[in-house]
């Protein structure tokens, strides 16, 4: 079968899949995904909902292991780190107030690092090959596509960095993530949802773990700007959609120099404090974009 051939599936995905209202988290295993996801469900319920009365807002589904993470977190520990997590599983719905207020759900079909290492498939294949390739991953046995299909029609990208490997890993790592972003630009221009061959899709860009970096002062997209380059200016080359960046952590405990005690390791400093201003700036963030 031709890659033309393969590709009439994907043209052809559900209804149900294009108008989905999801959203990509994709980053390396360990990068914070489960913690980042879990601090969103507890910034909704603890600090966004006060922010923005007008608005309710909880999680659809998905609730148990949410709960799970959050009592691990506040027991001082981190959750396990997902290994596969089944699709659909995390459904948010927010709605406005009023009687005739809209209402909308947004899915974040997977947050182990899966999905985005299918994604970078470096250089040497593109375009249609390339989204076959992808969604053929995890296909099942006479299913006209895998469950990478979601990625294909997500309504956005959100795209994790760990700042505890700023100095080790980004460099190297900017690579990988420039190669995930072309995937997406191939998959809208496949499905005919970019504008000159370029991202119209709202981006993200999320630098995870900010309490390890020594200067907090500075801005996440000049970060971005000065150890990840390449990521950089491939974003500003492909990318014409709406885009942001946002400076997340949660409290780790620390020793009197502020350093981590390597006897204990990391452990979450008790009782749960996080960058509750920065989750509520994403959420309401994603509300805005998701709406248009």
Known sequence: MSVQEKMIPILQASEAIQNENNVAVLGP??????????????????????????????PKDGRPFLESCENSLRDGE?????????R?????EMRGTGATASSMEFKLPDISGEDYKHMCLGEEIRGD??????????????APYGEMIYAVYAKMYVFLLDCSKMKTDWEKDQTQYSQALTTIQDFKK??????????????????????SLED???????LVRTHMRRFYNTLEDIHDGKREYFMVHVDVQRNRENEVDSAEGLKVAKPL????????????????????
Not at 78 to 83: A, I, M, V
Not at 88 to 92: A, E, M, P, V, Y
Not at 190 to 211: C, F, H, M, Q, Y
């Open 273 to 292: 404090s996080h960058s509750h201003p920065e989750y509520t700036k994403f959420l309401w963030w994603l509300h805005e974009n998701l709406l248009e």
């Open 88 to 92: 659909d599983k995390i459904i948010f």
């Open 129 to 142: 090959e390339r989204v076959v390739k992808v969604c053929e991953m995890g296909r099942a046995k006479g």
């Open 190 to 211: 496949t499905t005919s949802l970019s504008k000159n061959g370029r991202i119209n899709t709202p981006i993200a860009i999320v630098l995870t773990k900010a309490d």
């Open 78 to 86: 981190f959750p396990e780190r997902t290994q596969q997590l089944s």
């Open 216 to 222: 907090r002062e500075i801005s996440a997209k000049e």
């Open 29 to 58: 295993s360990g990068t914070g995904k489960t913690v980042f996801i879990t601090l969103l469900s507890h910034a909704i319920d603890n600090h966004f909902l006060d922010e923005h009365p007008e608005l309710r807002a909880h």
